[in-house]
């Protein structure tokens, strides 16, 4: 089953649009015309689909209305020759504690595969391009050099952000820091610690944080970074593990699946899959969607929206969402990075690490698997910066030349990817908000809006711009929603 989402190229096929995945739900539709249900979702992303599956349990009746043909949103895996190849959302940790809990409730934990591979016996290591000059490195002496510029950039407060994020879940807005630092952006502070970093510290930090962002360095704020720090333990090992090792054998679409499967088995959810929403109208004792081809209008006694940040604005809301939310969304997140997959006939390559940075239309890449066929699978990214963005699809050679640019001697095969900067149901990769925007909006994207809801990784407390953020806040609107919704039975005094 294929998917309209991602692109596939190997030399026989070309490039084809369209990928398998676990995540395609067939037949598309099932629902009820002229049924009033308890609760609409729109988005079947993680946020979408955890909001769905806890209402549904509850006893709620719930239609999820899904612009795409598959569950999932920004975090899916295509399954090409039984081998997943994640387009979007990837690493899982235990130190993110709805994802985890996802993950045991589903009896998960055998999936766990570890994604960079740096002990590989004659294998590649570290590579660096610094001004026209190749570099070698052992995987040590790279995060040697990483974590030495991290720590220089990260500690404002002599305690590495700790004092300014003491409590990464739950953050003070209101405090002298957090305000500081999160209008401050990432080419602020790289003006306050440039001359401490060495050249070749500056050349692999900044290429590792051009794609942590995915934007112009004044478009990017500092704050968000301090954020994850905190999140990740306050340090750089945690911060890799955490970020960029552990995935799933059988990708994202595999976790999803588990959600929405439990959610239909209730008996309780209905869906319909391609069907972009246009309007939302609260009429004060319910509210009413219409679909973009004006013919499918949905009713419900409350809606929850998980549609994107950036996505947010194009749909209208009557009457009209509050300043703020619209503001927020017209502003955007700033993260336009690029993903890219490569299968390469170089079993060698499982070890490699290399950076290709500023001039590089793809700046990093490492080993992320062994293919059933034996070859290496390459994960890379791409930063937004101007002059070297990439379309991937746009014209395939300069995609694979961005691969081989990373070694001497790379035999790509095959190139996956979703171009998440021209998906109009993303508009972007994961959250990365502008200086200012988090103290400015993030209380008020949050809000309820008469019957209508919001819930969405781009806006949770906690790991906001994570998988684990969706899952948190997709699970908090749920309650509230059904805590509204349900009859309460007073309990009985007397037994
Ligand atoms: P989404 O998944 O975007 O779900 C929103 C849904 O709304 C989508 O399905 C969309 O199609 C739908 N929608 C939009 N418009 C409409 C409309 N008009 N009508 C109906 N439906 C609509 N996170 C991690 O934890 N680890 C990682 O390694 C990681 N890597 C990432 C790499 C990439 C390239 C990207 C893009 C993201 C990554 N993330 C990662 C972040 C993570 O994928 C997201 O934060 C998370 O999946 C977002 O979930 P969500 O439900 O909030 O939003």
Redesign the pocket.
């Known amino acids: 089953p294929k998917s309209r989402d991602g692109y596939q190229w190997t030399q026989s096929t070309g490039l084809i649009q369209g990928v398998p995945t676990l995540g395609l739900i067939q037949p598309s539709t099932h629902f009820t015309r002229n049924k009033t249900y308890d609760v609409i979702v729109?988005?079947?992303?993680?946020?979408?689909l955890t909001t769905c599956r806890d209402l549904a349990l509850a006893g709620n009746n719930v239609l999820l209305?899904?612009?795409?043909d598959r569950?999932?949103?920004?975090?899916w895996s295509s399954n090409i020759d039984g081998y997943a190849y994640e387009?979007?959302?990837?690493?899982?940790h235990w130190h993110?504690p709805f994802?985890w809990r996802e993950l045991r409730r589903y009896g998960m934990m055998d999936q766990l595969e570890v994604s960079p591979r740096k002990n590989v016996e004659g294998g590649a290591k570290v590579t660096v391009s610094l001004d026209g000059e190749v570099r070698h490195l052992s995987h040590d002496e790279e995060d040697a050099t990483v974590e030495s510029a991290f720590k220089k950039f990260i500690n404002v407060d002599g305690q590495f952000g700790r004092s300014v994020i003491p409590y990464p879940h739950d953050i003070e807005f209101n405090m002298a820091g957090v305000q500081e630092y999160d209008h401050m952006s990432m080419a602020d502070r790289m003006a306050q610690v440039s001359m401490h970093l060495t050249p070749l510290e500056k050349n692999m930090f900044e290429g590792f944080l051009a794609i942590t962002h995915g934007a112009k360095w004044e478009e990017a704020s500092f704050f968000e970074l301090l954020r994850w720090w905190a999140l990740m333990n306050y340090n750089y090992p945690d911060f890799m593990a955490i970020?960029?090792t552990y995935k799933l054998r059988d990708g994202q679409s595999a976790l999803a699946r588990r959600i929405f499967d439990e959610a239909v088995a209730t008996g309780r959810l209905d869906y319909t899959f391609s069907?972009?929403?246009?309007d939302v109208v609260d009429h004060g004792h319910g509210v009413e969607v219409t679909a973009?081809n004006g013919v499918e209008v949905f009713k419900a006694r409350r809606l929850v929206c998980?549609?994107?940040l950036n996505?947010l604005h194009?749909?209208v809301f009557t009457p009209a969402l509050p300043r703020l939310k619209t503001d927020a969304s017209l502003a955007g997140h700033v993260n336009q990075?690029v993903?890219c997959h490569a299968e390469v006939a170089n079993p060698e390559l499982r070890s490699l690490g290399a950076t290709n940075y500023p001039n590089g239309r793809l700046t990093y890449t490492f080993g992320d698997g062994t293919t059933p066929a034996g070859n290496t699978h390459l994960v890379a990214f791409g930063s937004s910066l101007p002059g070297v963005h990439l379309d991937p699809e746009q014209d395939i050679q300069v995609t694979k030349q961005a691969f081989e640019a990373f070694h001497p001697d790379m035999k790509v095969q095959r190139l996956v990817f979703h171009n998440?900067h021209k998906d109009e149901?993303?508009r972007g990769?994961?959250?990365w908000l502008r200086p200012g925007m988090t103290t400015k909006y993030l209380q008020a994207l949050r809000e309820r809006h008469g019957n209508v809801f919001f819930?969405?990784?781009?806006s949770s407390f906690g790991?906001r711009?994570?998988?684990?953020?969706?899952i948190d806040?997709?699970g908090r609107v749920a309650k509230i929603v059904h805590d509204e919704l349900r009859v309460v039975r007073p309990v009985g005094s007397k037994l």
């Not at 069907?275 to 246009?278: D, E, H, I, M, S």
Request: proline share 3%; net charge neutral; hydrophobic share 45%.
């Open positions: 729109i988005g079947g992303g993680y946020a979408g209305v899904e612009a795409r569950i999932g949103g920004r975090s387009m979007g959302g990837t690493w899982v993110q994802v970020g960029l069907t972009p929403v246009k973009r998980t549609v994107p996505v194009t749909l990075v993903k998440w149901f993303a990769a994961w959250e819930a969405s990784s781009d790991w711009g994570f998988i684990d953020g969706a806040d997709g």
